[in-house]
């Protein structure tokens, strides 16, 4: 190989990782809301339950990229994250159906269960400060904050019945 041919195949690679690192971060298009059916949550319990029902996920994280506690793991309001946050990894919070929005697609849960009982005041203004910020840094539109049971090919009640669909969606606008 001539060292012209070489200089200019090495600068187009270059500029690729370089346009890839730039994207990585900055990828995210849809933020999706969850409850995790359960009253008790901390990072490691839910790493155990990740690695319980997906054993063969090559990445030891949660499922999620945020998570808002409810006060008995996880402080109530309490905002917090693992190393998938940390290095912008995708998230497994949705079926194979929709493994696009895994991919660029934020996971958000509260812990609670809102098929039997409401958001608690501080974990509702937690996600939705937390939702706002997101949409400010990524550009996402209010028409790309999804509801895990809501969106078409999961089959589930996630984030519950008594989630209030409608006042959040007014919240974030």
């Not at 690192?21 to 319990?45: C, K, L, M, Q």
């Not at 996880?74 to 493994?99: A, F, Y």
């Amino acid at each position: 190989m001539n060292r012209r041919r070489f200089l200019i195949k090495s600068g187009v690679l270059i500029g690729l990782a370089g346009a890839g690192v730039a994207y990585w971060p900055n990828r995210w298009r849809h933020i999706v809301i969850h409850h995790s059916a359960g009253d008790f949550a901390t990072i490691e319990f839910l790493q155990q339950v990740h690695r319980e029902r997906q054993g063969g996920d090559p990445i030891d994280a949660i499922p999620y990229h945020y998570v808002i506690g409810n006060g008995n793991g996880i402080g109530m309001g309490e905002v917090t994250s693992d190393w998938r946050r940390d290095l912008n990894i995708w998230g497994t919070h949705l079926s194979e159906n929709n493994k696009a929005k895994n991919f660029l697609g934020i996971g958000i849960c509260l812990v609670g269960n809102f098929e039997e009982t409401d958001v608690p005041a501080k974990q509702f203004e937690a996600l939705v400060g937390l939702t706002k910020s997101l949409m400010h840094t990524y550009g996402i539109p209010p028409t790309n904050i999804d509801f895990h049971g809501l969106i078409e090919g999961e089959s589930t009640k996630c984030p519950g019945r008594r989630f209030p669909y409608a006042e959040f969606r007014k919240a974030i606008v």
